[in-house]
């Protein structure tokens, strides 16, 4: 039986990358810069399989979100989901089965979270 086509009903977050974001001559200070957004995303189940699988490897999964697929998206971005808190990509999957074409992002919530580069226009 074939899976049903993927929604995107849960909400829209954005991808951002760590980059330098004080003044020139200050000291280095890490924010972030927006790489990709915004993505409609679905929130899905963090398993008790991937939960203790992400446990063994010393790495905690607080949420994962399925985005339309994306090969810019990496371990080194932040993501913003709908509730405001930012999380740290911890692994990019691209599964087969699904139509259309989708990314899972597994994330970790960071607790001290990054400023916002300004925008450049």
Known sequence: MAN???????????????????????????????????????????????????????????????????????TQDVCILRDGRQYRVKQVQHPTDVTPPVTDLSLERIEQAYKLAPLVR
């Open 4 to 74: 049903p086509p993927q929604t995107f009903n849960d909400g829209v977050c954005r991808i951002y990358e760590t980059v330098n974001i004080a003044d020139d001559g200050d000291l280095p200070v890490d924010g972030l810069r927006e790489k990709t957004g915004p993505l409609r995303y679905e929130e899905r189940k963090v398993g008790i399989t991937r939960y203790w699988a992400a446990m063994q490897a010393n790495v905690r999964v607080d949420a994962v979100a399925r985005v339309p697929r994306r090969y810019d998206v990496s």
